[in-house]
């Protein structure tokens, strides 16, 4: 799994670094072999002066389907990788449930299989 995290205005620390990794290997190990990048950007919005401002922003480029981007804010930074991790797992399950669907074609419960005739008299 190809990870790149970036930090505005506050320094990464090791330990952050790898809270992350393992937070997006948890929830997304299961579509390694699909996953080409993510990219991780966390800033602080309001800088000092605190508030809802700690940013995650996740974007996981796909093999083969569009990317997923995913973005939270919270007051605990630690709270905003958790939930960006969680809906970044969701999202990229989905997003792969829809194209396998697409490539497969309609299935054979939504297809009739004897043509329905009706008659006007």
């Not at 090791?14 to 992350?20: A, G, K, Q, T």
């Not at 579509?31 to 309001?46: F, K, P, Y």
């Not at 919270?74 to 669907?101: F, H, K, N």
């Not at 490539?103 to 005739?117: E, F, L, M, V, Y």
């Amino acid at each position: 799994m190809n990870i790149h995290i970036q930090a505005r205005s506050f320094a990464l620390t090791d330990s952050l670094r790898e809270y992350i990794e393992r937070r997006l290997r948890f929830a997304l190990g299961w579509a390694d072999d699909r996953l080409r990048q993510i990219s991780v950007r966390l800033s602080d919005e309001n800088g000092p002066r605190g508030g809802e401002d700690k940013r995650c922003r996740i974007q996981i480029t796909l093999r083969g389907a569009p990317s997923v981007v995913i973005d939270d804010t919270e007051a605990d930074l630690y709270v905003a990788i958790d939930r960006a991790a969680d809906r970044a797992g969701r999202s990229v399950a989905r997003r792969l449930e829809r194209q396998r669907d697409y490539r497969q074609g309609p299935s054979p419960a939504t297809t009739p299989a004897d043509p329905i005739t009706l008659s006007l008299r």
